[in-house]
Nanobody, 123 residues
Framework: QVQLVESGGGLVQPGGSLRLSCLASGFPLTDYVIAWFRQAPGKDSKELSCITSSDESTWYKDSVKGRFTLSRDYAKNTVYLQMNNLKPDDTAVYYC????????????????WGRGTLVTVSS
């Protein structure tokens, strides 16, 4: 069964850190682009936050650049999103998604999606 499962969300104070995990099963991460999206409370759409490509190149949205870091663990078939210096505006449900085609990321039309994990940044 092809699936992605996110974990690691929770409540954190502003300035704190969290590490999200995106565990892939049923397919190898080596050939796939993994993108993280987030959907803030009350918003209808998901916002693209960052991407790790199959060649391990990365892209980050300006609002998270310098604070978020992606990494891959092929032995665990998992992508990690390290989030530092979190801000209240980072509060959202975070989704990881996978596809072989980088072009589909921009259209938010990836093949596999996780169910999301909630991150709340509040004092």
């Amino acid at each position: 069964q092809v699936q992605l499962v996110e974990s690691g969300g929770g409540l954190v104070q502003p300035g704190g850190s969290l590490r999200l995990s995106c565990l892939a099963s049923g397919f190898p991460l080596t050939d796939y682009v993994i993108a993280w999206f987030r959907q803030a409370p009350g918003k209808d759409s998901k916002e693209l936050s960052c991407i790790t490509s199959s060649d391990e190149s990365t892209w980050y949205k300006d609002s998270v650049k310098g604070r978020f870091t992606l990494s891959r663990d092929y032995a665990k078939n998992t992508v990690y999103l390290q989030m530092n210096n979190l801000k209240p505006d980072d509060t959202a449900v975070y989704y990881c998604a996978a596809d072989r085609d980088l072009g589909r990321v921009w259209a938010k039309d990836l093949q596999v999606w996780g169910r999301g994990t909630l991150v709340t940044v509040s004092s």
